[in-house]
């Protein structure tokens, strides 16, 4: 399969998650480009946005292991070509 170039967001709202979601991106290194994150401090939620290099399955995966998580709501984008 060719690699494809993407982001996921993450939106968390319960941040005693946050330990968690960490483990799972820290798991797919190999494919994160880069990573930011906004916490949000005076409101319920935190987001992360991470630029992502791989197979759709992998990023599928990534993405799919954090939407899983409670409290946390994840959204990948791919390019449709390498």
């Known amino acids: 399969m060719e690699k494809r170039i993407g ?3 993450a939106l968390i709202a319960d941040r005693s ?3 968690l979601v960490n483990e799972i991106i820290s798991q797919h290194a190999d494919i994160v480009l880069a990573r930011q994150g ?7 939620v935190a987001v ?3 630029i992502v290099e791989g197979e759709v399955n992998q990023i599928n995966a990534l993405s799919g ?3 899983k998580i409670g409290g946390v ?3 990948a984008v791919v390019t449709r070509t390498g």
């Open 7 to 9: 982001t996921i967001t």
């Open 17 to 19: 998650m946050a330990p």
């Open 38 to 44: 906004l916490p949000f401090h005076d409101r319920t």
């Open 48 to 50: 992360i946005s991470l």
């Open 65 to 67: 292991k954090l939407g």
């Open 73 to 75: 709501e994840a959204k």
